[in-house]
Antibody
Framework: QITLNESGPPVVKPTETLTLTCSFS??????????VAWIRQPPGKALEWLAL???????YYNSFLKNRLRVTKGTSDNQVVLTVTNVDPLDTATYFC????????????????WGQGTLVAVSS | QSVLTQPPSASGTPGQRVTISCSGS????????VYWYQQFPGTAPKLLLS???QRPSGVPDRFSGSKSATSAFLAISGLRSEDEADYYC???????????FGGGTKLTVL
């Protein structure tokens, strides 16, 4: 049973750095084929993919936000951390992490398990 | 402005068949799988249809998908009130080297 849980501050000030943690169980990022993605959703708006990290430390970023995003494995095998620098009120959103597998010779595959999301407001 | 284009809304009456479209380009739908997600208000999205239109465990066979060139379609037959939700399509984009989503379609069951 795969489960994921996002954690982070509910409010951050403009220009600050937002740090979010995805804690998961049911799989390990030391296992081949495993990956974790970050997706966000501003209130009342559509889903937006942000970043993706795989077991082999392969990383992908949203090209429009790439300069402000960083995804890393956490200090334990069951955590992934996303940082968003220089936040703006437009970064106000619910941030989700999701399990995303990838197998040899395959393109990235679906987001098959999702966390419940954490709402972050950017406000002074 | 989303890379994949979906109609903002769709509707139908109970028992009807409804289709939601998703339009993209060669770099995404034209060369990669399409995935569909269902989202109820205040909850996380749920994978509805996977590669080759596979339904994850627990998804009713009333939900089906198809893809032709740079367009994809989600069909819901025997529409039920509990199908009222937002539906998103997604695909990997080779040019962007990243995932792209549609803008979402809000389905209303009249």
């Amino acid at each position: 049973q795969i489960t994921l849980n996002e954690s982070g501050p509910p409010v951050v000030k403009p220009t600050e750095t937002l740090t979010l943690t995805c804690s998961f169980s049911g799989f390990s990022l030391t296992t081949g084929g495993m990956g974790v993605a970050w997706i966000r959703q501003p209130p009342g708006k559509a889903l937006e993919w942000l970043a993706l990290i795989y077991w082999n430390d392969e990383k992908y970023y949203n090209s429009f936000l790439k300069n402000r995003l960083r995804v890393t494995k956490g200090t334990s095998d069951n955590q992934v951390v996303l940082t968003v620098t220089n936040v703006d009120p437009l970064d106000t959103a619910t941030y989700f992490c999701a399990h995303s597998p990838k197998y040899p010779s395959s393109p990235p595959l679906e987001f098959d398990f999702w966390g419940q999301g954490t709402l972050v407001a950017v406000s002074s | 402005q989303s890379v994949l284009t979906q109609p903002p809304s769709a509707s139908g009456t109970p028992g009807q068949r409804v289709t939601i479209s998703c339009s993209g380009s060669n770099s995404n739908l034209g060369n990669n799988f399409v995935y569909w997600y269902q989202q109820f208000p205040g909850t996380a999205p749920k994978l509805l249809l996977s590669t080759n239109n596979q339904r994850p465990s627990g998804v009713p066979d009333r939900f089906s998908g198809s893809k032709s060139a740079t367009s994809a379609f989600l069909a819901i037959s025997g529409l039920r009130s509990e199908d009222e939700a937002d539906y998103y399509c997604a695909s990997w984009d080779d040019s962007l080297s990243g995932w792209v989503f549609g803008g979402g379609t809000k389905l209303t069951v009249l």
